[in-house]
């Protein structure tokens, strides 16, 4: 799909029993817009997770990513679209 435009996240949260204790839900907000959730059921390393999702993106816009924990915790990152990281 030539115009597919995905969102790759990758969040390190290590974990013993990944479908128990997990990441299982991602907020993505883009500039001011009202963040979309994205809801998940376990991971699938016990050191990481990675989710691809349907997101478009234009040079300029900020995007803001929330990974939550099923059990306690927080992480937030943000990027500015840029050419050399164009979704």
Avoid at 75 to 85: D, G, R, V, Y
Wanted: with cysteine; aromatic share 10%; net charge negative.
């Amino acid at each position: 799909f030539p115009h597919k435009k995905v969102l790759s996240i990758e969040v390190r949260h290590e974990v013993s029993e990944r479908y128990e204790h997990y990441i299982h839900e991602f907020q993505v907000q883009k500039n001011d817009e009202p963040s979309r959730s994205y809801f998940v059921q376990g991971q699938k390393s016990p050191s990481f997770t990675v989710q691809d999702f349907r997101f478009k993106a234009e040079e300029g816009d900020t995007i803001t990513v929330k990974a939550i924990c099923n059990q306690e915790g927080t992480l937030a990152a943000q990027l500015e679209i840029s050419p050399t990281n164009l979704l």
